[in-house]
């Protein structure tokens, strides 16, 4: 809905849609969650290093970029080298597996802008999916010039009129 909508923001089945299922997103994100990563410069390439760092980091994909923040709940665990891929760069996601890499289930990001891809690890594999589909979406989106829709559609719920406000 979020792809159709920001393709074509004037048809209302769209937009009635997406304010439905704007509370289960995590706004102005389009999906946000944890996701393993090697620090930065250490690695997440294809064919990892042995000496990579890899940590648990609290991921938020908008229209602009793939970026570890501070997770909201515990905002002081947020500590290590930020990741971030602007969406821009990535020109394609796929599930990958490699044994080299952290348990769990792993996204392998083609960037474009870059002479290598990088890896991430999703907990389960119904995560990565969610995380690929969200990917691809914003790259689709990216490669067709229409992010700056998506973001006007990411955009976070204004308050009903008369809601209580206390």
């Known amino acids: 809905i979020a ?3 920001a393709m ?9 849609s997406l304010q439905v299922l704007k509370q289960m997103l995590p706004l102005p994100g389009l999906r946000a969650g944890y ?39 515990h905002p002081s665990l947020g500590d290590g080298p930020q990741v971030e891929v602007p969406v821009a760069d990535v020109a394609g ?3 990958a597996d490699d044994p080299s890499l952290p348990p769990g ?4 990001l083609q960037l474009g802008r870059r002479p290598t891809g990088m ?5 389960t594999q119904e995560d990565a999916d ?3 589909d969200a990917l691809l979406l914003a790259g689709y ?21 008369g809601a209580n406000n206390a």
Do not use: C, I, M
């Open 3 to 5: 792809l159709a909508q």
């Open 8 to 16: 074509q923001p004037g048809k209302d089945v769209y937009r009635k």
């Open 35 to 73: 996701l393993w990563a090697a620090d930065p410069g250490s690695g997440g390439r294809h064919s990892p290093p042995l000496d990579e760092r890899w940590r648990r980091r609290w991921f938020l994909l908008d229209a602009d970029s793939l970026r570890s923040v501070p997770e909201p709940r």
């Open 93 to 95: 996601a796929k599930a």
């Open 105 to 108: 289930a792993a996204l392998w």
């Open 119 to 123: 890896y991430l690890v999703a907990s």
């Open 130 to 132: 969610g995380w690929l």
């Open 141 to 161: 989106l990216s490669g067709a010039n229409r992010l700056g829709p998506l973001r006007q559609t990411l955009q976070p719920l204004s308050p009903s009129p």
